[in-house]
């Protein structure tokens, strides 16, 4: 699996949304090589010194 970080927006001093892609590759079947990517953001707010996610959206990409 790769996991690209596209953008980080700060929308406070407690709150930021993280923008990413990934990709997983697949196992080969009949020659053929199946992976699948995609894309998701994170809600993120700090609370005591840890930033926690608070919302996480996933929106499926493709697969070949």
């Not at 590759?25 to 053929?32: P, Q, R, S, T």
């Not at 990517?37 to 609370?47: D, I």
Request: glycine share 10%.
């Amino acid at each position: 699996m790769s996991n690209t970080v596209d953008d980080v927006s700060q929308t406070d001093a407690d709150s930021v949304t993280v923008k990413s892609t990934y990709q997983i590759e697949g196992i080969k079947v009949l020659g053929f090589a199946k992976s699948a990517t995609g894309s998701y953001v994170l809600h993120q707010v700090k609370r005591d010194g840890r930033w926690l996610i608070s919302r996480a959206e996933f929106k499926k990409g493709s697969e070949g």
